[in-house]
């Protein structure tokens, strides 16, 4: 201290000592010694950072008789870019240690001892206000990109970024996570090998799994990578490997139609959401098929999404819930083993009748009792003409349900009696014709009436009354065949005599032939 006293001295009397030579102003004198102070406050701090005479270790603090060189210390780390805080704490804490052993490696890169252990002793003190080495002098992989999912036998690309000191040898080992062990095995990148640049890597994987690929990068000429780990900057990045057979890029996030709420033959305009769910771009062209209607995408970016729009994709004819299947078709080349067809979506869409619509038959049947035909299907309430055999028909009782679904008639008598298969039309009054349906007439007797006359013992008269009465083999009563002979009169009657077995009561009637039984009628045996 006294030496810049006396350097304080010294120079008021050389900044006085001309006052009786010349003329100097106070204020210019003033000014003079406010440079001066300014230096020598200079020259204090420095002392202050530069002269470590204490141990620092983990929990040291200003306050504990070190002459500030905590905060000496912390000024130093934090030039340097080890210690990132605002301004000295005075305080040693987890993060001075931490930023100590960063000070403390990059000084053993360059040769210099130090303890390497967090702490400052004899061996850090001496070369504290010496060259300290920049931070920035030290290797860093600050980036490493690419996909995280692949086939197997697909090759993926992974993209380094390396920062280091200009001049440096730059070396690589990736462990692909097979078996190359932890550190891996020397790898050159596709780019070339400069520092500040990045290297880029290839690799396919022949099994399906999880793989923990590790990318290590070293100065050649200062580190040996596989006994000394410090010299190395290190990442690492997962990747899913699965079979061929499981992984499809591209996914159908969502299919919207248009109409929402479409009528009966409105042609459907389909909007479908797809993204490439992986990190690979796909070039190929796919087709997204909706009910058969398909529009070509030639290629999907990784991780892109897009809208594909199928005009005019579909329609149904008749009215109903509908379940649709919208799926993505890749070109047989993709996977020839699993086949083209990819990820599929499936909804439903309602289609719904209205007046101007025509009437559709779902169903039909047939009563041979009544000849009471029941049509089912949509849209019924407007019919008002039965096209039966392609030929307008008149038919009694017609009665429409009042949602449509359902439209009963009479068959006229001549047509009943024509048994077999017929065509029905029914048509609307805005003359909108139905789809054409089987209408099937029962080709089995059809027994109207049983009646029963008693004459004597053996002689007790069955007259049938019915329809295709000609075709009948067998007659039954009470459910069994019964023996008798019979007759088919001019009028399509049948007669016969009832066997004596009978015995008085009720009883039910049943005819057979070729084309089953008719239907059972009741009758009554007075004697």
Not at 112 to 132: F, K, M, P, Q, T
Request: aromatic letters at 8%; charged letters at 10%.
């Amino acid at each position: 201290m006294k030496k810049y006293l006396f350097g304080i001295v010294l120079v008021l009397s050389l900044v006085i000592a001309p006052l009786t030579t010349s003329a100097v102003t106070i204020a210019e004198l003033q000014n003079q010694i406010a440079a001066l102070m300014a230096q020598l406050a200079a020259l204090q701090n420095n002392r202050s950072v530069c002269q470590f005479t204490h141990d620092l270790s983990l929990g040291d603090g200003d306050n504990d008789g070190l002459s500030g060189e905590v905060t000496a210390l912390q000024r130093i780390l934090i030039s340097g870019g080890y210690l990132r805080v605002a301004k000295p704490t005075g305080w040693f804490g987890k993060m001075t240690m931490n930023a100590v052993k960063q000070w403390q490696n990059a000084n053993a890169k360059v040769g210099r001892a130090v303890s390497g252990n967090g702490s400052i002793n004899a061996s850090d003190r001496g070369i504290l206000c010496g060259n300290i080495p920049d931070s920035s002098s030290s290797i860093s992989i600050s980036n490493v990109s690419g996909p995280t999912s692949l086939n197997v036998n697909q090759t993926g690309t992974w993209s380094v970024s390396v920062k280091g000191p200009s001049g440096t040898n730059l070396n690589y080992r990736v462990a692909w996570g097979e078996y190359d062990g932890y550190a891996g095995v020397s790898a050159k990148p596709v780019s070339v090998n400069l520092v500040n640049q990045t290297g880029t890597f290839t690799h396919a994987y022949s099994n399906p799994g999880t793989y923990t690929i590790r990318f290590n990068v070293y100065d050649y000429d200062k580190c040996d990578p596989t006994g000394n780990s410090s010299c190395v900057a290190q990442a690492s990045l997962t990747v899913v490997v699965g079979s061929s057979n499981s992984v499809q890029p591209i996914v159908i996030q969502d299919v919207k139609y248009s109409p929402a709420s479409p009528k009966v033959n409105e042609l459907i305009t389909t909007t479908v959401t797809i993204t490439n769910s992986s990190l690979n771009h796909y070039n190929l062209p796919f087709k997204v098929n909706v009910q058969g209607t398909t529009v070509t995408v030639p290629s999907l970016l990784a991780r892109e999404w897009k809208t594909v729009t199928v005009p005019n994709a579909f329609s149904f004819s008749e009215p109903g819930t509908k379940t649709l299947n919208t799926s993505i078709i890749y070109p047989l080349s993709y996977d020839p083993a699993q086949g083209n067809v990819g990820d599929t979506f499936t909804n439903t869409l309602t289609f719904t009748a209205d007046s101007t619509s025509n009437p559709y038959i779902s169903s039909v049947s047939y009563e041979k009792a009544s000849h009471k035909v029941t049509v089912w299907g949509s849209n019924l309430n407007g019919v008002n003409a039965v096209y039966i055999d392609n030929t307008l028909t008149i038919v009694n009782d017609r009665i429409a349900d009042s949602d449509g679904k359902k439209f009963t008639f009479i068959l006229p008598a001549d047509i009943a009696a024509i048994a077999g298969n017929h065509s029905l039309i029914l048509m609307n009054v805005a003359g909108l014709g139905s789809n054409m349906v089987t209408l099937s007439v029962n080709q089995a007797p059809y027994i109207r009436s049983v009646n029963y006359s008693f004459g004597t013992a053996s002689n007790r008269d069955i007259v049938i009354v019915g329809e295709r009465l000609d075709k009948v083999n067998a007659i039954y009563v009470d459910g069994g065949q019964i023996s008798a002979g019979y007759s088919i009169g001019d009028n399509g009657n049948m007669q016969f005599l009832l066997p004596t077995s009978i015995a008085r009561g009720s009883h039910t009637m049943q005819l057979g032939s070729v084309y089953g039984r008719s239907n059972s009628a009741p009758f009554l045996v007075s004697n």
